[in-house]
């Protein structure tokens, strides 16, 4: 079984700031991740995955991602934010054999954007 | 335009009431799934569907029960709702394992 935690609960930055978003987790096998976003009030949205390839993920709306073996890692990273990033962010972690069957998602990091 | 709909968004129900909740997908997705959200857990699976009649328990099935008749819909039951279901439910879908699609939601009170 694997897990994921997401150290930070509550996240806050100045707009136009860089910010780092963490995701650790723990699994023996090939792994699946992904980085979901969940505006308030509303359902979760795709940012990004891995599970293969380039550590280095690009998302939608400059968010990327770096997978780290080594440190169990899958950490988010945005260079230059906009108040419009203001949301909760979810990482989630699947065995790459079960999919979305054994899915486990982080109890999320509320990233808060002060202008 | 891809989109994942709920049904109703909010609801308020007595305890030991039935509970519908109905979700749709116009993506022709195989895979849909229910999930809850509770402050501070994150999201907990409680079904998944690999297509019509084709569903499986995720990981807290206890106290609900699945219907996918159609591809495009997927519902979640509950059977005498018991107040610790107070909760907000989200439909997803997806192509196989991949990225999923959220549906905006429904906040359930029951009383």
């Known amino acids: 079984t694997q897990t994921v935690s997401q150290s930070d609960a509550h996240v806050t930055v100045f707009e136009g700031d860089s910010v780092e978003l963490r995701c650790n987790y723990s699994?023996?096998?090939?792994?699946?991740l992904s980085w979901y976003i969940q505006h308030h009030g509303r359902g979760l949205q795709f940012l990004l995955k891995?599970?293969?390839?380039?550590?280095v993920v690009q998302g939608v709306n400059g968010f990327e991602a770096e997978f780290s073996k080594s440190d169990s890692s899958f950490h988010l990273r945005k260079a230059s934010v906009h108040w419009s990033d203001s949301a909760v962010y979810f990482c989630?972690?699947?065995?790459?054999?079960?999919?979305?069957?054994?899915?486990?998602f982080g109890a999320g990091t509320k990233l808060t954007i002060k202008p | 335009d891809m989109k994942v709909t709920q049904m109703p968004r909010y609801l308020i129900k007595r305890m030991g009431e039935n509970v519908l909740l109905e979700c749709g997908q116009d993506?022709?997705?195989?895979?849909m799934y229910w999930y809850r959200q509770d402050p501070g857990l994150g999201l907990q699976l409680i079904y998944i569907?690999?297509?019509?009649?084709?569903?499986s328990e995720g990981d807290i099935p206890k106290g609900y029960r699945v219907s996918r008749k159609k591809r495009e819909h997927f519902s979640l039951i509950l059977d005498s709702a018991k107040t610790n279901q107070t909760s907000v439910y989200f439909c997803?879908?997806?192509?196989?394992?991949?990225?999923?699609?959220f549906g905006p939601g429904t906040r359930l009170t029951v009383l």
């Open positions: 891995y599970y293969s390839g380039n550590p």
């Open positions: 569907s690999y297509d019509v009649d084709s569903n």
């Open positions: 989630a972690v699947s065995p790459l054999n079960y999919g979305n069957e054994k899915i486990t």
């Open positions: 993506m022709s997705h195989e895979t």
């Open positions: 699994y023996g096998g090939s792994i699946y």
């Open positions: 997803a879908s997806s192509f196989a394992g991949d990225e999923q699609y």
